[in-house]
């Protein structure tokens, strides 16, 4: 096996899995406050506001991809501030690729917290708040229990799918062995080099990688957690 | 103790209830707004406006910690039945009743260690009632939250709950559709019909209200009275002084000092251990100066039992009560041993029940041995034969005989 992959498809394989690590703890982190408010929020802007936060689904990923580039410029506004702070320009950087990750999967964090929140019957949160505890009390010791599926759910599907990513990366991240250049963008090149055989090898990993995520998932959430589509790209 | 609610569309009442009524019942058809009117007392609807004078006996009390317990155990299914405990016992007011106490009170002991799923509907409901009872709460909400309960069951934790009440500074709120459990437990009740109020006051008048107001097939009675000490029972004399079955005075503040009297007397006379009111497992219950038998039911391990001067209800359907024109008392004749002296305030001959020809409906008012104290209704369902035979007619006074109850 260790054979069958070449050590620059290794280094790939350990920045993609670096970058998905990264990007799901961090969504995680992001999703779960945000998903939280966003059910319990009711506002006529708020089909705009979930259209927003769902483009990353339906939008080609080189156009996303398009926009974080010029947004990652050191021209712009935030490219500048990072230069300033960091030293070096954002696009083209493993940061930058978090961060790009970090839109690019958003929704995927966000879909199973906000639908399990919102099927979360209330009236537990009614009791909690009967025996004395305040809001945050609630969501943590009640909110977030109930809902580890959901929360396992969300980490699982934003690993995954920041795993898959490739033209948000290609947009953004280009091709820098050990920096920049993950699996999808390893296996491109290997294609466009004619290495059949070791494209072969990485992409039966990445399919099996892929399908026991997916199975562990599914079994894990069994009844129904999984209820929104998943092929959406 | 007044409170007025009003959540469009959903209820609308404004009462004044007497303030030291420790357990309010609530019933009327489903859907009419009882949920809802739990749930804005509890604080849970935004839009309702609600102001509450809850006249809690500790005057110190100056935000009442208001428990909800819905129909539904809404049980944490995170926690086993000991975490669900222990979550509301670490967010306690000091009004709580001891844990030890409440186990045995809502007999969850045997259910402590195991998963919530693992619970029935009614082990779930006394889970959740324990709950909010370790939580201490000031004002506990009811909501139908003892519906799965087989009736001894009910019935024990429904006079664990009353028992607490009278030691803790804790109102009972509670929904039902069982009038007789109602007519028991409650000391005032409230009718809510088409989102409002359409009676409150006391139960007994409630109940009067409702036989007349609606097609119930049970129609029953309940006479109020006190335990009494089985000593007075051999001399037939007046039952002891000072516990007056029914609440003291609105008006009067010294009503929650009496009640307190009443505990306390009830103390000292348990501590030489021949104060209990059973005799040979018999009640005797005094009713407007009228010795009634009873059969005291089991209680809880919890629940203390029925001592000298304890108030007391009895619950009477009218199909179990039987007039005789004889109006000695002390017939001893025959099997039936009670007997109370009455006047015939009304015959419905049309009766309730449908069969309309066959049976009616007579409205007794008990006859105080003592004049001066209100007198009690009693129902009696007698044949449309017996109501010829006997020629009974209002005004008529009569003896309603009845056999032992068990309270």
């Given at each position: 096996m260790t054979e069958a992959l070449t050590p620059q498809a290794w280094q790939a394989i350990w920045l993609t899995l670096k970058l998905a690590l990264i990007t799901s703890l961090l969504l995680m982190v992001v999703a779960t406050p945000l998903a939280w408010v966003l059910s319990n929020w009711q506002h006529k802007t708020k089909p705009f506001v979930l259209s927003i936060l769902a483009l990353p689904l339906v939008l080609p990923p080189t156009v996303l991809g398009f926009y974080l580039l010029v947004a990652f410029s050191p021209q712009s506004t935030l490219g500048g501030a990072w230069v300033s702070i960091?030293?070096?320009?954002?696009?083209?950087?493993f940061e930058g690729l978090v961060l790009g990750s970090l839109i690019y999967s958003l929704p995927f964090a966000l879909q199973p917290l906000y639908s399990g929140f919102t099927q979360l019957d209330r009236r537990y949160l009614e009791v909690a708040q009967t025996l004395g505890l305040t809001s945050f009390q609630r969501f943590f010791k009640v909110v977030l229990p109930l809902c580890k599926a959901p929360a396992i759910v969300a980490f699982g599907l934003s690993f995954a799918h920041t795993v898959g990513e490739f033209g948000v990366v290609l947009m953004?991240?280009?091709?820098?062995?050990?920096?920049?250049?993950?699996l999808s963008i390893a296996l491109y090149e290997q294609v466009e080099a004619l290495q059949y055989q070791d494209a072969h090898a990485l992409s039966l990993c990445l399919l099996i990688f892929s399908f026991l995520l997916l199975t562990g998932l599914y079994r894990f959430s069994g009844k129904g957690a999984l209820g929104w589509n998943l092929a959406s790209r | 103790m007044e409170f007025s609610v009003s959540l469009e569309d959903r209820i609308k009442l404004d009462t004044h209830l007497?303030?030291?009524?420790?357990l309010i019942g609530i019933t009327g058809?489903?859907?009419?707004g009882k949920s809802s009117l739990l749930r804005a007392l509890a604080g849970f609807e935004r839009n309702a406006q609600v102001t509450v004078?809850?006249?809690?006996?500790?005057?110190?009390?100056s935000e009442p910690k208001i428990g909800l317990v819905f129909q539904?155990?809404?049980?944490?299914?995170?926690?086993t039945v000991k975490g669900n405990l222990a979550l509301a016992q670490q967010y306690a007011s000091a009004n709580a009743a001891s844990y030890a106490q409440v186990i045995k009170g809502c007999e969850i002991t045997h259910l402590?260690?195991?998963?919530?799923?693992?619970?029935s509907g009614g082990e779930g409901q006394r889970v959740a009632i324990a709950r909010a009872l370790l939580n201490g709460p000031n004002v506990l909400l009811l909501d139908?939250?003892?519906?799965?309960?087989d009736i001894g069951l009910r019935h024990r934790v429904l006079a664990f709950i009353t028992q607490l009440t009278m030691q803790l500074p804790m109102k009972c709120i509670w929904v039902s559709h069982d009038l007789q459990d109602l007519a028991r437990y409650s000391d005032v009740m409230l009718i809510i019909e088409d989102q409002g109020l359409s009676y409150a006051g006391a139960a007994q008048d409630a109940l009067y209200y409702l036989n007349n107001n609606s097609?119930?097939?049970h129609v029953f009675g309940v006479l109020q009275g006190c335990v009494i000490f089985p000593k007075e029972l051999d001399r037939h004399?007046?039952?002891?002084?000072?516990?007056?079955?029914?609440?003291?005075?609105?008006?009067?503040?010294?009503g929650v000092q009496e009640g307190v009297g009443v505990q306390e007397s009830v103390g000292v006379q348990t501590g030489d251990g021949t104060?209990?009111?059973?005799l040979d497992g018999y009640l005797c219950v005094d009713v407007l100066g009228h010795t009634l038998y009873a059969e005291a039911a089991r209680g809880g391990d919890a629940v203390v039992p029925p001592a000298n001067g304890d108030a007391i209800k009895l619950v009477i359907t009218a199909n179990e009560v039987s007039i005789d024109t004889?109006?000695?008392?002390?017939?001893?004749?025959?099997?039936?041993?009670n007997a109370l002296p009455c006047t015939i305030?009304?015959?419905?001959?049309?009766?309730?029940?449908?069969?309309?020809?066959t049976s009616a409906l007579v409205l007794l008012d008990v006859t105080p041995k003592e004049s001066g104290k209100q007198s009690q209704i009693l129902y009696a369902r007698v044949s449309q034969l017996s109501l010829t035979r006997l020629n009974l007619r209002k005004g008529m006074r009569v003896v309603a005989r009845f056999k032992m109850l068990r309270v």
């Open positions: 960091t030293g070096h320009p954002l696009a083209f950087s953004i991240g280009g091709n820098i062995p050990g920096e920049t250049q993950v | 007497n303030s030291n009524a420790k058809p489903s859907g009419a004078n809850w006249h809690l006996p500790q005057a110190n009390i539904q155990p809404m049980l944490f299914p995170h926690l402590l260690d195991k998963p919530i799923q693992a619970l139908e939250s003892l519906s799965a309960l097609s119930q097939e004399s007046a039952p002891i002084s000072g516990v007056p079955p029914h609440l003291p005075d609105d008006n009067n503040d010294v104060a209990s009111g059973l004889a109006t000695n008392t002390a017939a001893t004749t025959m099997s039936i041993v305030s009304e015959i419905k001959r049309d009766g309730l029940m449908g069969n309309a020809s």
